[in-house]
């Protein structure tokens, strides 16, 4: 099993920035693939950006291109999503995801492990 917990969520204003991270505990997730996604109220989970632990390749939805940033600490087991110029329809729980090694692109659903989320608000 793998435990995913994440934090760093929180009232922001818009334009302004946050940092999520997730800690990944249990089996080891050398070979896993992380992701960050989000859902908000009356919504799909999205996709949001991918990031493998021991390959240097990183992967992102066409709507985070630019404002989201992927980023990880082997050390710490630890992934990070850096979010700037956020805006009120950025508002949703964020989630961390895992996803072990499998035939077919290395970032795509479905993912087998899943964190509580953390919320995330965005004031105008």
């Known amino acids: 099993q793998v435990q995913l917990v994440e934090s760093g969520g929180g009232l922001v204003q818009a334009g302004g920035s946050l940092r999520l991270s997730c800690v990944a505990s249990?089996?080891?997730?050398?070979?896993?693939?992380m992701g960050w996604f989000r859902q908000a109220p009356g919504k799909e989970r999205e996709f949001l950006a991918a990031i493998r632990w021991t390959v240097d390749t990183t992967y992102y939805a066409d709507s985070a291109k630019g404002r989201l940033s992927i980023s990880r600490d082997n050390a710490k087991n630890t992934v990070y999503l850096q979010m700037n110029t956020l805006q009120p329809e950025d508002t949703a729980v964020y989630y961390c995801?895992?996803?072990?090694?499998?035939?077919?692109?290395?970032?795509?659903?479905?993912?087998?492990?899943w964190g509580q989320g953390t919320q995330v608000t965005v004031s105008s």
């Open positions: 249990g089996r080891t997730v050398s070979g896993y693939a």
């Open positions: 995801a895992a996803k072990a090694p499998r035939v077919g692109f290395w970032y795509t659903r479905p993912y087998d492990y």
